[in-house]
């Protein structure tokens, strides 16, 4: 990708990846056992850039309390992917189950929304999300993001909240993405995305692997990794920062026809 680029081994990237997994399933337990006393669960405490606090008033107000507090994202992808009736849409690393919920409303019993994410507790509590909003058009995927367990060809619209950048192996998920994606498809993700001038090690630095912010591209390297995917129009507006030279961001692309 670039001379920034950072190759893993893959015992590496094993251990970062459980290390993200414990943290999200300890994010999900904390959920459902807040769930258990008189006055609902408790957000799961990050910073005000990241989470619940991103997704309007309604749309939190029409979705399970657990579903909105195990909100971890930087963004609101749902609110940026135009989603239209009867669309198939895949939520990369889908966690409680918010995005998967709204956009199952978006694009109504004609479509389907699907969340794929590889943790046991998280799939465990978006299942009772889905089944306490009485959400019928969704279902929930075990997997990773590198490796998407649906065929070619089948996916409208990918979405994702703040997980791209948790991968140690981009390339997989951007060629994954594309793979699933029917042609004319398109992408519309939220992420955490660094200034061109911060190396590695400095946004290493701003935050650790599993705080969303370690393993974060550059903006020159994420539009690059998308266009050796295949994808065309691919646009990355940053919304707000999340620390110094680093930011969330939008971002669109689209599988040729």
């Known amino acids: 990708m670039s001379e920034h680029s950072i190759e893993y081994s ?19 337990v904390s959920v459902t056992m807040g769930g258990t006393g008189c006055c609902g669960p ?3 405490e990050v910073d005000e850039n990241f989470g619940s ?3 309007a008033a309604d749309e939190r107000d029409a979705l399970p309390a657990e579903a909105v507090a195990a909100s971890l994202g930087c ?12 669309e198939r849409v895949l939520d990369l690393g889908s966690g409680g189950g918010i995005d ?11 479509g389907k929304a699907y969340g794929l994410d590889m943790t046991d507790e998280m799939l465990e509590l978006a299942l009772a ?7 019928t ?13 649906l065929p070619a060809n089948t996916i409208d619209v990918v979405i994702s909240n703040c997980v791209i950048n948790l991968s140690t192996d981009k390339p997989a998920v951007f060629a994954e993405t594309f793979r699933v994606l029917r042609p004319g498809g398109r992408i519309g993700v939220s992420d955490v ?17 599993a705080g969303c912010i370690a393993g974060a591209l550059s903006f020159a390297e994420y539009r690059r990794g998308l266009e050796a995917a295949g994808f065309t129009d691919v646009e990355i507006t940053p919304t707000h920062a999340v620390a110094d030279g680093m930011h969330s961001a939008i971002v669109r692309a689209t599988k040729p026809r």
Do not use: C, H, M
């Open 42 to 44: 408790e957000p799961v």
């Open 193 to 209: 995305i660094a200034d061109d001038a911060l190396a590695p090690a400095q946004r290493a630095e701003r935050g650790d692997y």
């Open 129 to 135: 999300n889905a089944e306490k909003a009485g959400a």
């Open 75 to 86: 963004g609101n992808p749902t609110a940026v992917a135009d989603l239209r009736t009867g």
């Open 53 to 55: 606090t991103l997704y």
């Open 100 to 110: 998967v919920l709204l956009s199952a409303r978006r694009v109504g019993p004609a």
């Open 137 to 149: 058009n969704v279902e929930f995927l075990k997997g990773t993001i590198e490796a998407v367990p």
């Open 10 to 28: 893959s015992e590496y990237s094993t251990d970062l990846r459980e290390t993200v997994r414990r943290r999200y399933a300890e994010a999900a």
